[in-house]
């Protein structure tokens, strides 16, 4: 089975600041990476994946992730936060071919104004 | 596209009493959908998968009988929590599966909050 570690539990940044949140995923197989993002009261969003191809993929709002194979890591970035991305980032990871995901235990980050 | 909706969004229930939660697909059929478990300021919890037609399969640790679910449809899973403990307040969040080309998405509904008293 994959586990999935997040290495920041809570990220607090002014705004315009650049925001890179850690994911490591242990599996020794081919691997489907996500970022989530939940705001709050609302349901999980994903917010970009990665299947195959490209390692950086760019998703909504301003972010981007790099696959980085040999270190197993999915790292999340955005170089300028606004207000509105408060939320909590979650990282997960599905075997390919699997459709159960693991999560990671997810990073609250708050943007002061 | 791709919208789960899930109902109730808020339960309160007395301890020794059923609640039955429903988990839809609305504009996609989704043979596979999953039950997901949230505590406060922790992750999410895969409970069970639930495959239109047959019977659930349930992630380790989690009791069966005490949750029982049922895919009926292809839109439609619903999770019920039988004879409920406080220990059974939580954030429940049901996901749909459905393959775009040659990937595999989820689709989260909003969650079911339930208070046990």
């Known amino acids: 089975a994959q586990s999935v570690s997040q290495h920041n539990h809570h990220v607090i940044l002014s705004e315009a600041a650049s925001l890179e949140l850690g994911c490591n995923y242990s599996?020794?197989?081919?691997?489907?990476l996500f970022w989530y993002v939940q705001y709050p009261g609302q349901h999980l969003q994903l917010l970009l994946k990665?299947?195959?191809?490209?390692?950086l993929v760019k998703g909504i709002k301003g972010f981007e992730a790099e696959f980085i194979k040999s270190k197993f890591s999915f790292n999340l970035r955005k170089p300028s936060v606004q207000w509105s991305d408060t939320a909590e980032y979650f990282c997960?990871?599905?075997?390919?071919?699997?459709?159960?995901?693991?999560f990671g235990a997810g990073t609250t980050v708050t943007v002061r104004a | 596209g791709a919208v789960v909706s899930q109902h109730p969004s808020r339960v309160i229930c007395k301890s020794g009493t059923s609640v039955k939660i429903e988990c839809r697909s609305l504009?996609?059929?989704?043979?596979?959908m999953f039950w997901y478990r949230q505590f406060p300021k922790k992750s999410l919890m895969l409970m069970a998968t639930?495959?239109?037609?047959?019977?659930?399969?349930?992630e380790q640790g989690v009791e069966k009988d005490k949750f029982l679910i049922n895919h009926a449809s292809l839109t439609l899973s619903t999770l019920t929590v039988t004879s409920a403990h406080p220990e059974d307040s939580s954030f429940y969040i049901c996901?749909?599966?459905?393959?775009?080309?040659?990937?595999?998405?989820?689709?989260f509904g909003p969650g079911t909050r339930l208070t046990v008293t």
């Open positions: 996901s749909a599966g459905r393959t775009s080309g040659s990937s595999y998405e989820q689709y």
């Open positions: 599996y020794g197989g081919t691997v489907n």
């Open positions: 990665y299947f195959s191809g490209d390692p």
């Open positions: 997960a990871v599905n075997a390919r071919g699997d459709y159960k995901l693991s």
């Open positions: 504009d996609f059929q989704a043979t596979t």
């Open positions: 639930s495959n239109e037609g047959s019977k659930a399969t349930y």
